[in-house]
C-alpha cells in the first residue's frame, strides 16, 4: 500500500509537506513518483525520486519550488511544496514504478501501485 | 515535452459492444531497449488511476484478456473486445520515455 498524507487548505506564497508511506514491498527498490490532479481535470506528472534518494526530477512548473526527498529507513517519500500558487490545487497520488531487469537492462513497467490521494488547496 | 493526444475524449459505448481508443504521441516513444514506453491507466469514478497496459501491448496483471493494445509508430491504441459496466471511467494514455512524463487528455468512457 502507499499511504499519502499531509493535504490541506492554504493561502498563496505558504508551504505544505505531503508524505507517502509505503508498507508491503521492498521500498528501496522502486522509484517513487508524484501525479496530481486538478479538480475535474487530468492526470499531470508533478516529480519523481530515484530509488537511493540521490536524484529527483520534477516538472518546469515546479521546479525551485518543490523538493521531493525519501527515508528508506522509514518507508517514506516527502515532497516539500514552498511559494504554492492557486493553479497547484489539486489531489496528488503518490505511484510506485514498476520494472523488471532482463541481462542487466531496465524496462519500465508503469505505475503499478498508487495511493489514494491527498488535496491540495490554495486559496488566493 | 512530448504532447500526448486522446481520441475521442468520450465515448459512449452499448454494454456487449467494442470501443476502440486512439492516443497519438508528437515523437518516437521507441526506447533503446526496443520497446514503446508507452502506458495505459483507467480511472473508475472516485478512485485513483489504475494501470492497464505498459510498454505499449502488454497487459498488466489482473487486466482482463478484452483489453488489448496495439502500437503503429506514434499511433497507439487500446481496444476493448465487449464492454462491461466495470470498464466505466476515464482512460489515459501516458509516456513515460522522457520527463515530464505526459498523459493525453482522457477518454470518458460511458455505457449508453
Known amino acids: 500500500h502507499l499511504v499519502e498524507s499531509g493535504g490541506g487548505v492554504v493561502q498563496t506564497g505558504r508551504s505544505l509537506r505531503l508524505s507517502c508511506t509505503a508498507t508491503?514491498?521492498?521500498?528501496?527498490?522502486?522509484?517513487i513518483h508524484w501525479v496530481r490532479q486538478a479538480p475535474g481535470k487530468g492526470l499531470e506528472w508533478v516529480a519523481l525520486?530515484?530509488?537511493?534518494?540521490?536524484?529527483?526530477d520534477y516538472r518546469d512548473s515546479v521546479k525551485g519550488r518543490f523538493a521531493i526527498s525519501r527515508d528508506n529507513s522509514k518507508n517514506t517519500v516527502i515532497m516539500q511544496m514552498n511559494s504554492l500558487r492557486p493553479e497547484d490545487t489539486a489531489v496528488y497520488y503518490c505511484?510506485?514504478?514498476?520494472?523488471?531487469?532482463?541481462?542487466?537492462?531496465?524496462?519500465?513497467?508503469?505505475?503499478?501501485?498508487w495511493g489514494q490521494g491527498t488535496t491540495v488547496t490554495v486559496s488566493s | 515535452d512530448i504532447v500526448m493526444t486522446q481520441s475521442p475524449l468520450s465515448l459512449p459505448v452499448a454494454p456487449g459492444e467494442p470501443a476502440s481508443i486512439s492516443c497519438r504521441s508528437s515523437?518516437?516513444?521507441?526506447?533503446?531497449?526496443?520497446?514503446?514506453?508507452l502506458d495505459w491507466y483507467l480511472q473508475r469514478p472516485g478512485q485513483s488511476p489504475q494501470r492497464l497496459i505498459y510498454?505499449?501491448?502488454n497487459r498488466a496483471p489482473g487486466v482482463p484478456a478484452r483489453f488489448t493494445a496495439i502500437t503503429s509508430g506514434t499511433d497507439f491504441t487500446l481496444k476493448i473486445s465487449r464492454v462491461e459496466a466495470e470498464d466505466v471511467g476515464i482512460y489515459y494514455c501516458?509516456?513515460?520515455?522522457?520527463?515530464?512524463?505526459?498523459f493525453g487528455q482522457g477518454t470518458k468512457v460511458e455505457i449508453k
Open positions: 505511484a510506485r514504478e514498476d520494472y523488471t531487469i532482463v541481462q542487466g537492462n531496465e524496462y519500465h513497467y508503469g505505475m503499478d501501485l
Open positions: 525520486i530515484s530509488r537511493d534518494g540521490r536524484n529527483a
Open positions: 501516458m509516456q513515460a520515455l522522457q520527463t515530464p512524463w505526459t
Open positions: 508491503g514491498f521492498t521500498f528501496d527498490s522502486h522509484v
Open positions: 515523437q518516437s516513444l521507441l526506447h533503446s531497449n526496443g520497446y514503446n514506453y
Open positions: 510498454l505499449g501491448a
